[in-house]
Antibody
Framework: EVQLVETGGGLVQPGRSLKLSCVAS????????MYWIRQAPGKGLEWVSS????????YYPDSVKGRFTISRDNAENTVYLQMNSLRSEDTATYYC??????WGQGVMVTVSS | DIQMTQSPSSMSASLGDRVTISCQAS??????LIWFQQKPGKSPRPMIY???NLANGVPSRFSGSRSGSDYSLTISSLESEDMADYHC?????????FGSGTKLEI
């Protein structure tokens, strides 16, 4: 059974940093691209980042480029999202996703003073 | 960037109704579109891949179609369990973009 378990969310002040982790199991992690997708409260879905199988290629929308960094550790079956210079508009549930088939349960990030 | 214009933003329908939700792409995306269903408090679930292909385990009352730059998700006979939000996603090019979502109420 495929499982994606996100951790690391919480309440953080504007301008501070937070690092999300997503541990994968039930599939060959190193063979799949991974994605982070977020959803602000009561809003739609927004793609946040992508990473290829070996971590050598990453992609971001302009809204987070330069502030967020996606990375992966294939030995640990884990994908990360380092979020710096957080803003109130980054408040959302963050989902770890593989191939768009499987989604984690989501982790809430709240940016507020 | 490719804009995905999704309509309607919300709708109310009755059990047994035929329901159609649409997404219009601002540029050519081929069939590189996925439809997701999201129930309250849950993660999204893929329903239709590559614009027209039913995902595993999805009831046959769901279908996807394309006409030019217009993509549709149709539920042929609405059931109570279909109450949810529906989202489209284009993955033709970066940035990946979602439609704004449709809330389906019954």
């Amino acid at each position: 059974e495929v499982q994606l378990v996100e951790t690391g969310g919480g309440l953080v002040q504007p301008g501070r940093s937070l690092k999300l982790s997503c541990v994968a199991s039930g599939f060959t992690f190193s063979s799949y691209w991974m994605y982070w997708i977020r959803q602000a409260p009561g809003k739609g879905l927004e793609w946040v980042s992508s990473i290829n199988t070996d971590g050598g290629s990453t992609y971001y929308p302009d809204s987070v480029k330069g502030r967020f960094t996606i990375s992966r550790d294939n030995a640990e079956n884990t994908v990360y999202l380092q979020m710096n210079s957080l803003r109130s508009e980054d408040t959302a549930t963050y989902y770890c996703v593989t191939n768009f088939d499987y989604w984690g349960q989501g982790v809430m990030v709240t940016v507020s003073s | 960037d490719i804009q995905m214009t999704q309509s309607p933003s919300s709708m109310s329908a009755s059990l047994g109704d035929r329901v159609t939700i649409s997404c219009q792409a601002s540029q050519d995306i081929g069939n590189n579109l996925i439809w997701f269903q999201q129930k309250p408090g849950k993660s999204p679930r893929p329903m239709i891949y590559y614009a027209t292909n039913l995902a595993n385990g999805v009831p046959s009352r769901f279908s996807g179609s394309r006409s030019g730059s217009d993509y549709s998700l149709t539920i042929s006979s609405l059931e109570s369990e279909d109450m949810a939000d529906y989202h489209c996603l284009q993955y033709k090019q970066y940035p990946l973009t979602f439609g704004s979502g449709t809330k389906l109420e019954i």
